[in-house]
Structures are given as C-alpha cells and as structure tokens.
C-alpha cells in the first residue's frame, strides 16, 4: 500500500512539473511535516502566501545578500547580483557565505539571469535591482512564475518614487522577522534581532544624555547635486543612534538628492562619506576639501570627515557595527 501511494504521488508530480507548476518535494518517509506551512506575510504592503520555503533565491546587491548569510539560509540561494565590491567581507560573522554561494554577476540584475539561474524567488529594492525603467520588476517577475520579495528599506511611500515607510533599523528588524517567517527560521531571527538590539543599546549608552549632538551630513555620490540619506534610509538610524544630529531628517524618503546649497545652510560639524563605487573614499574626501562653497562648513574646516563601507549604510546586517563605529568617532569631535 506504501509502494502505491509513493507511485501515485511520483506520476501526479511528473504531470504537473510537464504543465510548468512547481511542486516542492515530498517529505521523506516516516518524517511527519513541520506543520509550520502554509505561511502568509506582509511585505511593502503585498500579502502572500508560501506553501513552502522558496529554494532557489536570487539576491541583488551585497546588504541583501548578507541578510540572507546572517539567516543561515546560503543553501536556499541560487546565486547573488553584485558589484565588485571592494569593502571587508572577511570579518563579518556570515563571511563564508561568500564562498557557499555563487557569485551571478557584477552588473546589473536582469530577467535572464535570473531565468538561467532558475530562481524561485528574486530579493532586491527599489532601485537596488527592482526598477520601472529596466522593466525589472516584481510584476514582471511573476509572469514568469517567479516570486519576489522587496527590502523594506525600499518600499515605495506613496504613489511617487520616494521610499520608506518605517524607521531604517525597524525595517532590518521587519525583514529579518519576515524571512524567519518564509524560511521557517524564525528563531534563528529572533536572535539575530535581540543581538543587534543590544548592540545598539549599547552604543547608545556611550553617550551621555545631555550631550551635545553633532550635525552630520551623509555624502554618498555627486558635484553637481549630493546624493544623500533622507529619514528612511539607514544612515538616518546610524547617525541619530550614534549620538548625532542627522541634518537631512527632514528628507521623507531613503536615498535622495539635494542641492549644495542646502548642506552650506545647514552646516554639518561631521559629514560621512559612503564608501563604494569606481570614485574612492579619499577621492570623495579631497573633493569635499576643495570644492569651494564648502570651505566655511565646519566639517570641512575641522576635516571632520568619516568614512563608512556602503553595506554598512544600506539595510543589511552592519547597520549596528556601523553605530557602534561613529558613535566612537563623535565621542572624539565633542571631547575636541
């Protein structure tokens, strides 16, 4: 009787692998199922339901990718989408992460890298892979059968092109919870949570209540117009929760532009800079030094300029690392 229902099952999955479905396999024998699926979560405001944990995930870009190696979940990946990327990977606790999983590409994420992949499901952000320009998006993803799942970081706030809709460490802890969730790791994200809570309350404690908060302004990229941080990208969590005063607070969105004008006005004691791309941090540095309307803003006439790693600044699993760094570096600018 065992034997025929093994046979049953095997012809009714064959008949639905040759009609496209995917169907996840069957549990061994004598090993009764978790009962933990179906599961149904909220992301970015979409509700979906997973009969199971996805097994083949595609990643775009390195904080996501390091969210899945700090969830343990390196053997649900098919691959990860991302620049060469020139920071630390060694003295992260989730390092060898990057020796488990494929490296896809070093460009930009597509559909037929993912299709090659025969990805089951594409983590990424608005403009951290997903984009109405490119035609990569979770919509068109589904029309090939392909799930997504969007970092909360990214969400779209309205119907315009600004994002965040939650407190940038909130969002981290969000999705950590969510994919606990999906992948049936749940513990696993209670604790990573809990730690990283403790470190930032940590790091909190260093400074004194009545301390006087430096301003600090995140200079990510340009001349013309600074790309900066609003309030719902990470360096907003990063610089408040160091002890600073983050000048572009009042930005509702994560990753914006603005004019130099504003900078000048608002007068940054401290300006981090994000460190990646083909322009180097020192290249940054020495331009911020020499551009003339800047030469009165504090931070540059104190050359109080910090430098943090850009996947210490998106949403990723750095985000406490990276107060507990700056929180260090501001306790130096108000003891000078």
């Not at 909360?152 to 965040?164: F, K, P």
């Not at 939650?166 to 994200?189: C, H, N, Q, S």
């Not at 309350?201 to 013309?224: E, H, I, M």
Request: glycine share 10%; proline share 5%.
């Amino acid at each position: 009787m065992r034997a025929l229902r093994t046979a049953v099952a095997l012809l009714a999955a064959l008949a639905l692998a040759g009609c496209g479905a995917k169907v996840a396999p069957a549990p061994a024998e004598g090993k009764a199922s978790s009962g933990h699926y179906p599961v149904t979560v909220e992301n970015c405001g979409v509700r979906t339901t997973y009969d199971n944990a996805p097994q083949r995930v595609v990643t775009n870009d390195v904080g996501i990718a390091e969210i899945m190696f700090a969830l343990g979940l390196e053997d649900h990946m098919a691959g990860y989408v991302a620049p060469d990327y020139k920071g630390d990977r060694q003295s992260v606790p989730w390092k060898d992460g990057y020796e488990k999983v494929k490296w896809l590409s070093k460009k930009e994420i597509t559909k037929e890298l993912v299709l090659d992949a025969k990805a089951d499901l594409v983590f990424a952000g608005w403009n951290y892979g997903f984009g109405e320009g490119n035609g990569f998006t979770p919509a068109a993803l589904k029309k090939l059968g392909i799930g997504s799942y969007v970092l909360t970081e990214s969400c779209h706030n309205g119907t315009g092109s600004s994002r965040g809709v939650m407190p940038p460490l909130e969002a981290l802890y969000a999705d950590l919870a969510t994919l606990g969730k999906i992948f049936d790791v749940e513990d696993r994200a209670r604790a990573l949570t809990a730690g990283f809570r403790k470190q930032v309350a940590d790091a909190r404690a260093r400074v004194p209540a009545d301390a006087p908060k430096p301003k600090v302004f995140l200079y990510d990229s340009g001349q013309d117009k600074p790309t900066t941080a609003g309030a719902y990208a990470g360096p907003h969590d990063i610089i408040t929760k160091a002890g600073g005063d983050h000048v572009m607070k009042d930005l509702k969105d994560s990753w914006t532009q603005v004019s130099w004008e504003t900078v000048v006005d608002r007068d940054p004691d401290v300006i981090v800079i994000n460190n990646y791309g083909d322009v180097s941090a020192e290249q940054k540095k020495r331009f911020l030094k020499s551009y003339g309307p800047l030469a009165n803003v504090s931070a540059v006439k104190n050359d109080r300029i910090f430098v943090l790693d850009y996947v210490d600044l998106v949403e990723s699993p750095r985000n406490p690392a990276a107060i507990a760094a700056l929180a260090g570096f501001l306790e130096g600018v108000r003891s000078a």
